[in-house]
């Protein structure tokens, strides 16, 4: 277990992306088919609920360390990351990097597409009392939501809902990890009414069609009376 629990650590602190257990899972069976040595084949048995629990277990002693640094969890799997706290510190080394600021706007916007998600732009104009064609194109570019397709009534709008890169900068592993995500999902509001269903077309009966008044044959013209012969 000893030699399981850095191994591990090793492979979520070596990887430049979150890492989920069945990732570390196939890594460990892969080193053990290149490797003759027994522990490392030993390793190759570990089942993904054990490589969790173990995450799990590193999560919470770096937690009650006051390292610097933590173990978390987010949608695409586990990853180390420096402290909130210090944010200020650690953003000097990467000037060039500048964090995604959303105005109150936007932010709206984005908390209505996620806690009502999938939701169209109509209904969300209903919440917010204003267009949001632009709020929405710009949290399109950013990443943030997506298009989750077409809405089954009249006129098929699109859907949008949050992204799998709007948890991960928000470090959520879930919806559910949203604050007070139950109950604000519960609370009624204000929709879009529905779009008018458009008017059938009217099918004139055979016998009511117009037809086409057949153009009077054109009279012969009177012929010219005969001159005298010329000589």
Not at 47 to 61: N, S
């Amino acid at each position: 277990m000893p030699l399981l629990k850095q191994v591990v650590e090793a492979l979520v602190f070596a990887s430049p992306k979150p890492l989920l257990p069945r990732e570390i899972a196939a890594a460990l069976k892969a080193a053990a088919d290149e490797s003759e040595e027994p522990d490392v084949r030993a390793l190759a048995r570990t089942r993904e609920a054990e490589i969790g629990a173990l995450l799990e277990d590193i999560r919470l002693e770096l937690e009650g360390s006051g390292r610097a640094f933590q173990l978390i969890e987010q949608v695409n799997g586990w990853h180390f990351a420096t402290r909130g706290e210090c944010a200020p510190w650690v953003r000097q080394l990467f000037p060039e990097s500048k964090p995604i600021r959303l105005s109150g706007p936007a932010l709206e916007t984005l908390a209505i597409i996620a806690y009502r998600q999938p939701i169209t732009r109509a209904d969300i104009e209903a919440v917010r009392g204003v267009a949001v064609d632009g709020m929405v194109s710009m949290l399109l570019e950013r990443g943030l939501i997506r298009i989750a397709g077409r809405a089954e009534v009249p006129g098929r709008p699109l859907l949008y809902e949050s992204s799998e890169y709007f948890l991960d900068h928000f470090g959520l592993k879930s919806l559910d990890d949203l604050p007070n995500s139950s109950e604000l999902r519960r609370i009624p509001l204000p929709t879009a009414p529905p779009a008018p269903a458009p008017e059938p077309e009217l099918e004139l009966a055979p016998e009511a069609a117009p037809t086409l008044a057949s153009a009077p044959e054109p009279e012969p013209a009177p012929a010219e009376p005969a001159g005298e012969p010329i000589p």
